[in-house]
C-alpha cells in the first residue's frame, strides 16, 4: 500500500502531477549541468508512460514501463555524473 490509499482521486493527480514536475526540473537541472538532454529525455519518457498508464485506467504494463525507465534513468545517470569533472577553486593554504 502507498499514499494513494488515503488520499481522493483528484489528491492523487495533484500528487503525481508535483512528483513529475519536480523529476522534470531537477533533471533540467542536471541536462543543463552535464551538458547533455539524455536526464531529461529519460524524465520525461518516464512520467509520459506513467501520466498515459493513468489516464489508460492504471494499466499495468504502462506504470510498471515508467518506473523502470524512471529507476534504469536514476542509475545511468549517476553513473555518468560521478565522471563529470568538478571545478573547485584552488585557495592558497595561509601559513
Known sequence: MG??????????QLVLGVAIALSLAVNAWRAWRLRSLAPLAISGSGGALLVLSHVLDE?????????TVLLGGVLWERQ????????????????
Not at 499514499?3 to 492523487?12: K, P
Not at 565522471?83 to 595561509?94: D, E, N
Open 80 to 95: 555518468v555524473w560521478r565522471r563529470v569533472p568538478v571545478r573547485r577553486a584552488s585557495t592558497p593554504l595561509a601559513s
Open 3 to 12: 499514499i494513494g490509499v488515503s488520499l481522493s482521486e483528484s489528491s492523487h
Open 59 to 67: 494499466n499495468a504494463l504502462l506504470l510498471w514501463s515508467g518506473v
